[in-house]
């Protein structure tokens, strides 16, 4: 059984918040989200792995990345972190190019739990409450789930300590 | 006579719009924006101008300032540039040091006017509508009126065409 995606859209606001709990410490979860290898396994939504053009996770780096779908055709997406804290906190910048100039404000704070587990606590701002209900609409809160799951089954194929 | 800023704090979302017309070309208000040096000379708020540690304005780029007060005590300001469009666009974070992880994300949009005039059209999203309204209460608007009316003035000394 994996641990659920809680997430909440309060109505009227850009943002949507969420939390999710992982049975892994939170220094693999952090790296899950800063190793581009890693991120690459639980983030693919394509037939290959995303491809990074860039990915410099530390605060004022940058990142670009493109995926592939099943028809071939390649969607990218970047930002720029604005601030990266070891096993802690990030804080970071999404744009699907797809929709260029909207962009979204990522906070992520990562916490540890007792037992080797930990928390991911997340916050995303958007440019407004008529693109967050579009991309909400368009299955965003699934594919952040399916993800989630992803990555759990990642964390579980890697061996501890890695 | 200065062009007012208009100011809108839209009740219960976490961000302000504004608009500011300079009787300036587009380019010039541009320029100020993203040349270190222009940009220290409206944004000064001590004795001397800011310090640029870093200022990057491209896609990607990264910038710190640190400005000295009346007092001699410095404070820092930081951020990323996630897009830079020539004359056109400018999406960026922005963190006041002195409220860790309290980042704004700012949409700035520059339009050319007949007669070499030129809008500025602003977006800032912030993390909640309580941090808005602490920056608001605290007279952020005047700082940026004032800020506006130096770049006037900068503006005005600068020879055309430089």
């Known amino acids: 059984m994996s ?5 909440d859209a309060p109505p009227g606001q850009p943002l949507i918040e969420y939390h999710r709990e992982f049975d892994f410490p939170v220094h693999s979860v952090f790296a899950a989200h800063t190793d581009p290898d890693l991120y690459a396994r639980w983030n693919s939504s394509g037939p290959t792995p995303p491809r990074f ?9 940058a990142y670009r990345w493109v995926q592939a779908g099943d ?3 390649e969607y990218a997406m970047r930002g720029v972190f604005h601030t990266v804290r070891q096993d802690e906190f990030l804080l970071q910048t999404f744009e699907f190019e797809g929709y260029p100039d909207v962009v979204t404000l990522e906070y992520s704070t990562f916490t540890g739990l007792p037992g080797g587990r930990s928390r991911l ?3 995303s701002l958007y440019p407004s409450v008529e693109f967050r209900d579009e991309f909400l ?5 699934d594919v952040m789930s399916d993800g989630y799951d992803q990555l759990d089954e990642l ?4 061996p501890a300590g890695s």
Do not use: H, I, K, Y
């Open 71 to 73: 028809d071939g055709v």
């Open 155 to 158: 964390l579980g194929s890697v």
């Open 121 to 123: 606590t997340g916050r």
């Open 53 to 61: 053009d860039l990915f410099e996770p530390r605060s004022g780096g």
């Open 3 to 7: 641990n659920p995606l809680v997430l």
């Open 137 to 141: 609409s368009n299955g965003m809160g």
